[in-house]
């Protein structure tokens, strides 16, 4: 048996002091972190619980307007949040994505900040009979000529080829949140691109969360692209399981039908929710068309690289970026009720 102390911060300031110290943990739905306990994947010394911390507040930023952004608390669960009548109404790529994820179950419990922060589902990481330069830095890359199907094709390091797992995570990316976070430094903002890493030569670090740092809110700016959205998310069944590719689209056209402005993330390709800013000039000024939609994938797909087993990969998003768009432009998201992809 491996001992920890638990813990339970009452609140923010009490949560960032208990959390810089080394082999420390927090708490929240615990749909992830207890399993990588019990797998011993995880081994903290210490296990802060924040679930009594005050951030469970959907709150309308600046002011109480239409035209303002949503703060989400970090302890919001992912249910509350796709569920919120503001988000569904002003943010349906949001709550699309969030409903495409894990099971009704888990949605109850898991947490905004804690889908942040989850682990990737390789599973060599998972299985500690087996070397992982994430989960041991140093041992080396068991996926590496191992079994690849759900591995990345996308900013992958010679040390790590794993993706993160979330959807949430792909249409912040699409929506340009930015991340609060508190800690022994004080507060700080980091914008949703800059918030997970690409592996390079030190994959046990997913993010750029500094030790202790505690994620409080993430902020959505105004503007929800909520007439002309999709996520489209492909897997190996259509529910309770992780995207092998995922799209998240936001699109503004104007009156006469051109792009104004065009958001695309990938899920399930990369070490994060993967955008090019190439793909994205592309499309802005352009007419919808399948021949822009094309450009924009292959824009995108620019160094992909397949390790075999996930070689399918490359063209399974070439199609779904290009379908997404369209679903996107035309204004028919993807259900995600009915999942069957039309
Ligand atoms: C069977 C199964 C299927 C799933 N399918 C999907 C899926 O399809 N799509 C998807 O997106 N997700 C999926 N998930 C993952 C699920 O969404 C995550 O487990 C969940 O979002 C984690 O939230 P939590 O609150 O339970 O986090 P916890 O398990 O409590 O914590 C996870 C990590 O985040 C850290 N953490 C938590 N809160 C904070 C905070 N506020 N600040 C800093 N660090 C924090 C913890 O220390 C820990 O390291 C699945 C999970 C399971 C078990
Ligand atoms: S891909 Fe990353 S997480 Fe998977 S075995 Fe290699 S180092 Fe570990």
Same mark, same amino acid.
């Given at each position: ?19 810089? =110290? ?238 104004? =402005? ?81």
């Amino acid at each position: 048996m491996i001992r920890f102390d638990y813990a339970r911060a009452t609140d923010v300031a009490g949560a960032v002091r208990a959390g810089a =110290v080394e082999h420390t943990r927090f708490l929240a739905g615990g749909t992830n972190l207890v399993d990588l306990m019990k797998e011993n994947v995880e081994r903290p010394l210490h296990v802060v619980d924040i679930n009594r911390l005050a951030l469970k507040g959907i709150e309308d930023r600046d002011g109480s307007t239409e035209g303002s952004g949503l703060r989400l608390g970090a302890l919001v669960t992912n249910a509350d949040t796709a569920y919120d009548p503001r988000v569904q109404a002003r943010y349906p790529l949001l709550a699309s994505a969030i409903l495409a994820g894990a099971s009704p179950q888990l949605r109850n419990v898991a947490t905004n900040g804690g889908n942040l922060n989850q682990r990737t589902r390789c599973y060599y990481f998972y299985d500690t009979a087996t070397p992982c330069n994430k989960r041991e830095p140093g041992s080396g890359c068991s996926a590496i000529g191992g079994v690849t199907r759900i591995h990345a094709i996308l900013g992958a390091s010679a040390h790590c080829i794993a993706t993160h797992p979330s959807d949430l995570c792909v249409a912040l990316a699409a929506l340009e949140a930015q991340v609060l976070v508190t800690g022994p430094g004080g507060e700080r903002t980091i914008a949703l691109a800059d918030y997970h890493r690409l592996p390079g030569d030190a994959p046990d670090r997913d993010n750029t969360l500094a030790p202790g740092e505690l994620v409080t809110a993430i902020d959505l700016p105004a503007e929800g692209f909520s007439d002309h959205y999709t996520y489209l998310k492909l897997r190996d069944r259509l529910s309770y399981a992780f995207a092998l590719v995922s799209v998240a689209v936001g699109l503004k056209l104007d009156d006469d039908g051109v792009i104004r =402005v065009a958001r695309v993330a990938l899920g399930g390709v990369a070490h994060k929710p993967w955008r090019s800013s190439e793909a994205e000039a592309l499309l802005q000024g352009a007419r919808p068309a399948e021949g822009v939609f094309r450009a924009a994938a292959e824009a995108l797909l620019t160094g992909a690289v397949g390790q075999g087993g996930n070689d399918f990969k490359i063209e399974l998003a070439r199609r779904a970026i290009v379908r997404a768009l369209k679903q996107a432009a035309d204004g028919t998201p993807q259900s995600q009720s009915d999942k069957r992809v039309r």
